[in-house]
């Protein structure tokens, strides 16, 4: 177990290494120099030239990436380069930071809270009705296209309108079930935050209720919940002490992973909404060549998904007990 | 999972199959299964759409009508027609060629890497699966999509560029480039999982003794690894081609959506969303033919294929099925 543990510390630096570097390099010779971002396809080579010389970019490579490293463990991401001209990513990102964890770890909460019970009932009863139902809409919640869902949930619930539709000839009007997702963003327990919320958790809601699900099934097969019944215990105590708390281990591998859903779900429904988050920030630097910024973005939520990843890594042998002895 | 395999399935207790081969028995048990045989139709329908485009889509994707600007479905336009007089049918339809085309590219680049890398690293162990294995850690370092939208982001710019300075302007402005951006950016992910996959098992058919016995009696080692393991591992693999079919179809319309993967006016269902879900989400009749008609689409194109590979799972992991 010691072994393991000193195994991935030594591992965290060679990762670390290589995601910073791979992006850093990707950053400097994708999308062209940043100071012609900055100036414009038309400007002085002279001009390009001197700021190339002030901003370092004439240095060697690794010099660079040494400096670009140095200055981002100071919190300095380099400056944004063309919609908030001349303001340091890092304060840019700190602003935003805040918006996006507080959305995600909601959704989060709520997809544990109705996915892991959800999966435990159909693991339970399995081949049921029930079960049958919760597979398939996990299996549409986790595979439909977020970008269809948002107009539409937002159309549907945002609004009070009547739907006139001539051609039928009948009116029909809903209500409005959210306010308007419009203007100033009121935080995440404000009405407006309740549709994005609702659509990011769907994917930890659907992931969540799989792996508990198969978990379940795993864990009913074993000998030990056998031997459990066999000695009489009620099924009750078996289900809980038993079978639903082996069931949950797994869980917290998904929870580490499902990190990763945070991308898509942040980028697409930030933007979509106007929250003003890192996922609208990367939004529009990957569309305009902000290469500061997207270097900073991806850098923090690689290097926050790899330490999440590790710690749930050091919990997993706390949380289960066979482990420690391999 | 280590005993499931095309021609080692045992038949379900319950079943009368009279089909002989492996794949026509794979077939009734996938046919018994309503959402997968629903996702199969709709499959094959979205590659006969993708293959026979130019035939079935009433106008060119990219004819604009200057006259018929958001105008609703019609018997001319069974769309409508969108901010440009573009018909909404033909772009729909070209855009299941575009989806067919990445999704068919990008699974056979995840192929050619993964499933030789995975049965190195799982034939030979030792050094080379190590290096193998870390690599597709390194990979999977970076959460969901990220590194997808980092690459076809930042190779972008330098692909167009250095067409722009070879004299290939033209391919730069025909948008082929966007595709081979979009295919090495979905290719580079995609190979890790399947190469860990193939690897694993691998790894658990290495020790059995049809191998070892193929080994002793001077099988060649590509020989043993392609003729003698693979095959074995075929139906899990199988089910991932086809799981992950849906995902790079999902992946490929979020990227044209951020606008760092098919650009318009090559059609894509992510670019087309893109253009008119923030524009019409709040204008019903336009809603219905511009934004609900493509999306609804491409819903149904991933559900078919999540929901096939999840039949086919079942179909060809029958104990698991108890």
């Known amino acids: ?147 269809f869902l948002m107009p539409v949930l937002l159309f549907l619930l945002s609004r009070p309108h009547e739907l006139t539709l001539s051609f039928w000839n009948f009116k029909y009007t809903i209500g409005p079930f959210l306010p308007m997702v419009a203007g100033r963003w009121e935080g995440v327990l404000s009405g407006k935050a309740a549709l994005p919320i609702f659509i990011e958790s769907l994917g930890f809601i659907a992931i969540l209720t799989r792996q508990m699900r198969a978990g379940m099934i795993d864990v009913l097969g074993q000998d030990y919940v056998r031997t459990a019944r066999a000695k009489g215990l009620r099924e009750r105590l078996v289900i809980v002490r038993h079978a639903m708390r082996n069931a949950l281990i797994p869980i917290t591998t998904i929870l580490g992973l499902s990190l990763g859903g945070l991308v898509e779900g942040s980028f697409l429904v930030e933007n979509f909404f106007g929250i003003p988050g890192i996922g609208s920030l990367a939004f529009q630097a990957f569309t305009s060549r902000e290469y500061y910024i997207i270097m900073a973005v991806t850098i923090i939520i690689a290097v926050a998904y790899v330490f999440a990843n590790m710690l749930v890594d050091f919990l997993y042998p706390i949380l289960d007990p066979r482990i420690r002895k391999t | 999972m280590a005993s499931a395999s095309v021609s080692g399935v045992a038949l379900p207790r319950k079943a009368n199959l009279r089909a002989q081969s ?69 772009r729909i339809i070209y855009g299941a060629r575009s989806s067919a085309f990445v999704v068919l590219l990008v699974t056979f680049v995840n192929l050619l890497l993964g499933i030789p890398l995975g049965a190195i690293a799982g034939y030979f162990g030792g050094k080379i699966d190590n290096l193998i294995m870390r690599a597709a850690d390194i990979l999977f370092a ?168 999840d039949g086919l799972n079942e179909a060809l992991n029958p104990e698991i099925d108890a």
């Open chain 2, 142 to 309: 970076f959460p969901g999509l990220l590194f997808t939208f980092l690459i076809a982001a930042t190779l972008r710019p330098a692909v167009l560029t250095w067409a722009r300075e070879n004299g290939l302007g033209a391919l730069a402005q025909s948008g082929y480039l966007d595709y081979a951006v979009v295919i090495i950016a979905l290719g580079l992910i995609g190979w890790a999982g399947l190469a860990r996959f193939v690897r694993g098992q691998v790894l658990a058919f290495k020790e059995r003794e049809f191998v070892i016995s193929a080994q002793a009696s001077g099988v060649p080692t590509l020989q043993v690894i392609a003729r003698h393991i693979l095959p074995n591992a075929l139906a899990p693999i199988i089910v991932s081609i086809s799981m992950g079919m849906g995902f790079i179809a999902l992946s490929e319309g979020y990227l044209s959506y951020l606008g760092i993967g098919l650009q318009p006016p090559n059609p894509s269902w992510g670019n087309i969303m893109a253009d008119n879900a923030p524009r019409y989400w709040r204008q019903f009749p336009k809603m219905l033919w511009l934004v609900i008609a493509p999306g609804a689409l491409f819903s149904l194109i991933v559900l078919a294929f999540s929901f096939l590979g």
């Open chain 1, 1 to 147: 177990m010691a072994a393991h543990i000193i195994r991935r510390l030594i591992w965290l630096p060679v990762v670390l290494f290589f995601v910073t570097i791979i992006t850093f390099a990707l950053g400097l010779y994708g999308p062209g120099s940043p100071i012609v971002v900055m100036l414009g396809l038309h400007a002085n080579p002279d001009t390009i030239a001197r700021l190339s010389r002030e901003y370092g970019l004439d240095q060697p490579f690794y010099v660079q990436y040494l400096n670009y490293i140095g200055n981002a463990l100071q919190g300095n991401f380099g400056y944004s380069l063309v919609k908030y001209r001349d303001q340091p990513v890092g304060i840019l990102i700190a602003e935003r930071l805040p918006v996006t964890i507080q959305l995600n770890l909601l959704a989060l909460v709520i997809g544990s809270t109705v996915g892991i019970p959800l999966g435990l009932l159909a693991g339970l009863y399995r081949n049921s009705w029930f079960d049958w139902s919760v597979r398939t809409l996990s299996l549409i919640a986790v595979s439909i296209p977020i970008i």
């Open chain 2, 22 to 90: 492996p794949w026509a028995q794979l077939f009734v048990r996938l046919a018994r299964n309503l959402p997968a045989l629903l996702g199969l139709i709709v499959v094959v329908l979205f590659f006969l759409t993708a293959i026979f485009a130019p035939m079935l889509a009433p106008y060119p994707y990219d004819k604009m009508n200057l006259d018929l600007i958001e105008k609703p479905p019609s018997a001319t336009h069974w769309l409508g027609t969108d901010e440009s007089g573009r018909d909404m049918l033909s």
